[in-house]
């Protein structure tokens, strides 16, 4: 079984500061990574993902990752928000293993980015 | 190409009643997954369908609860006798299966059960 914790339920930032997202999870076999964001009144969309590779991940509207498996984290940052990033972002597990790729949700941080 | 649709986007119903919330995944995907969404339990996985395999039904909060999909392509979550617990966005999403790949959601369901 595998579960995700985000610490931060919501997040305020001025607009063009940097932003870090953070994610844990805890899982008895390997995972894949996910982050999702669900925009005012829309359905959830892929930003990145962590497969295997290169720890850091590059994903859309200038998101990146970075996956540290010694401290089972897989925080989101951007370094330039913008107002319109203002959205609730999910950080996700899937079972690497063939659980037949359900995914497991954190609670969510909601980011505020104002003027 | 069209995205996942759901229908209807909203659905209000009295306690009790039985309520059917429809699925059309993406052309061409082979897994479709009901998930749900509400304040107090966040995003829960409901229930997984992989081409002709028999659904990952693990998710599902009780026997009240079913779901199919027809000729591997819609799908239909049913829900018996609601409760008022039951009122959440419930959201379906499809892929081209494996774990590795993305799902793609759809608007979501709205239900709200009085």
């Known amino acids: 079984a595998q579960s995700v914790t985000q610490l931060d339920s919501q997040v305020p930032v001025f607009e063009e500061a940097p932003v870090e997202l953070r994610c844990n999870y805890s899982s008895s076999v390997s995972v894949y990574l996910f982050w999702y964001v669900q925009y005012p009144n829309q359905g959830l969309q892929l930003l990145l993902k962590?497969?295997?590779?290169?720890?850091l991940v590059k994903g859309i509207n200038g998101f990146e990752a970075e996956f540290n498996k010694s401290q089972t984290s897989f925080h989101l940052r951007k370094p330039s928000v913008h107002i319109s990033d203002t959205a609730e972002y999910f950080c996700a597990v899937s079972d690497r293993t063939g659980g037949g790729n359900k995914l497991t949700f954190g609670t969510g941080t909601q980011l505020k980015v104002e003027l | 190409g069209a995205g996942v649709s759901q229908s209807p986007s909203n659905k209000v119903t009295e306690k009790g009643k039985d309520v059917e919330l429809r699925c059309d995944p993406i052309s061409g995907h082979t897994a479709l997954y009901w998930y749900r969404q509400s304040l107090g339990q966040g995003l829960e996985f409901l229930i997984y369908f992989q081409g002709n395999s028999a659904p990952d039904k693990s998710g599902l909060p009780s026997d009240r609860f079913s779901a199919e999909r027809t000729g591997g392509s819609v799908s239909t979550l049913t829900i018996q006798r609601t409760q008022q617990e039951d009122s959440a966005v419930y959201l379906c999403a499809s892929s081209k299966g494996g774990s590795y790949n993305e799902q793609f959601f759809g608007p979501g369901t709205r239900l709200t059960v009085l």
């Open positions: 962590y497969l295997s590779g290169s720890t």
